[in-house]
């Protein structure tokens, strides 16, 4: 017998009653099965395969496309943009706990664009120490607070207040609760990935600028850049496409490149530019942006000539970037993240 958490349950039905016209009975029950996440939905008398994938990614949802078993739904927190793409041409509806919808069937329609989700339980929980921690252990960083003091350069109590915070939300299993080398493993490293993409996507800044260049080639264009900055002393770290694109060949194609940099007002993005001969312009095909955590320049590492973002980070801009960048950050999650 299927064993389904109620929880689970409850998220799913829900997300579909939120959807759904009140006038339409909707029935949910379990599945029999090897998959707990599995239900049937009966609406208007007919059934509907559903299931629950929690964070839809585009290497979740390619899992299920890969089955002779498929859903008629999937619902989860979020569905992103190249998972909804792949679903709709599979055939197959999808709805998120937002609200967002889309259902086609010989009975049922639904659109929906759903409503703006609240962040703030999450970006308060996962204060930007707590994220350079995450951000270190899934780069492969052992969980005590010994190695990830030493690999972030954050303090002894951030590092021991961040890891029992991960281990609080359950995406960290403790031998031990205290001592500078207590015990941690990573519980699920997909979970952990999914949940830091999450609080680093909400607590992304807004502070961006484009400036204007002339290279025809980015990557080639961001190597010179990067050793006018070193020259001038400014640290900065290429994320996104532009990075993809070095670490994951299957990149091509870059129109833009995306570039942290050690600033945390205009004025200094400003500055950062005037050190590599740049002037901000509205379009322009670099854009630069504060260094979201000490992590991300702790960790970082040059290929071929290029300094990138840790592996985590790059896969959490990536998945901003729309479908071409969400494809790109299946590549560097194959490419790193089994390490």
Do not use: N
């Amino acid at each position: 017998m299927t064993i389904v958490s109620s929880d689970v349950r409850r998220r799913v039905e829900a997300a579909l009653r939120a959807v759904i016209p009140d006038s339409v009975d909707l029935e949910l029950r379990a599945t029999p099965g090897v998959r707990g996440s599995e239900f049937e939905a009966s609406i208007r008398g007919r059934l509907l395969k559903v299931e629950w994938v929690g964070h839809a990614w585009l290497s979740a949802v390619e899992e299920i496309l890969a089955r002779s078993d498929r859903p008629d739904i999937v619902v989860g927190h979020r569905v992103s943009p190249a998972s909804r793409q792949a679903l709709s041409e599979a055939g197959i509806g999808w709805v998120e706990t937002t609200g967002a919808a889309e259902i086609d069937t010989d009975f049922l329609v639904v659109s929906r664009t759903g409503g703006i989700r609240s962040t703030r339980k999450a970006a308060s929980a996962w204060t930007p120490a707590v994220l350079g921690v995450a951000e270190a252990v899934l780069a492969g960083v052992e969980p005590t607070v010994s190695a990830t003091h030493e690999a972030t350069g954050l303090s002894v109590g951030a590092c021991t207040k961040a890891l029992r915070a991960l281990t609080d939300m359950q995406l960290l299993e403790a031998d031990a609760t205290r001592g500078p080398r207590s015990g941690r493993r990573i519980a699920d490293r997909d979970a952990l990935l999914d949940a830091y993409v999450e609080a680093a996507h909400a607590r992304s800044s807004t502070l961006l600028l484009p400036v204007g260049v002339t290279w025809r080639d980015p990557v080639e264009g961001l190597m010179e850049l990067g050793s006018r900055w070193d020259r001038a002393g400014v640290s900065w770290v290429a994320t996104g496409l532009v990075a993809a694109a070095v670490v994951a060949p299957l990149v091509t194609s870059v129109g833009t490149a995306d570039v942290y940099v050690a600033a945390s007002t205009v004025v200094e993005l400003e500055l950062a530019a005037s050190a590599a001969g740049l002037r901000p312009i509205e379009g322009g095909r670099l854009v630069l942006a504060p260094l979201p955590t000490e992590t991300t320049l702790k960790l970082a590492t040059v290929v071929d000539g290029m300094r990138v973002a840790p592996w985590p980070r790059l896969v959490a801009d990536l998945r901003r970037s729309g479908v071409r960048g969400e494809e790109a950050a299946e590549q560097v999650k194959e490419v790193f993240g089994g390490r």
